[in-house]
């Protein structure tokens, strides 16, 4: 009967130390994967999935917030991940990252008023910003 109990205590310490060593301790894994976003043109929400940008007002600040699966914003990942711009067509339209807030871009339209087209936006690591593509967006050159 001795033998026994100490055979259960053995077990129940090996378990204690196995389960203390596990990695099931550490902090769950923070999902930082985009999967949607919602959009800002001069601090006005973009309502319709169109930029409207000035020609006349000069720069235009946009503003991206991104969310993950569980609908968490990501913007305290904004030190260490990328969103990069591209419009096509890109003739009159220039696009510059704000170095401090990588979700936020300068744009300067010069493109004539009514040019319209498409918008991807990028989403990184590195300022390529090339791990996630989000199409949709559609731009539209205003007075």
């Not at 100490?6 to 090996?14: A, K, M, N």
């Not at 007002?57 to 913007?75: Q, S």
């Amino acid at each position: 009967m001795r033998q026994r109990y100490i055979y259960v205590v053995i077990g129940v310490l090996s378990a204690s130390l196995v389960t203390a060593c596990s990695d099931s301790t550490e902090p769950p894994h923070e999902d930082h994967t985009p999967v949607r976003f919602a959009v800002t043109v001069n601090n006005v929400p973009v309502t319709d999935d169109t930029l409207r940008l000035s020609a006349t007002a000069g720069v235009d600040t946009v503003r991206f917030t991104f969310y993950n699966l569980a609908d968490d914003n990501l913007d305290a990942h904004e030190v260490d991940h990328f969103s990069l711009l591209t419009f096509n067509p890109a003739a009159g339209i220039a696009s510059a990252v704000d170095p401090d807030h990588h979700f936020r871009h300068a744009i300067e339209a010069t493109a004539a008023v009514g040019t319209a087209g498409d918008v991807s936006v990028g989403y990184g690591h590195e300022t390529a910003a090339d791990e996630y593509n989000f199409s949709g967006l559609a731009f539209l050159v205003v007075p």
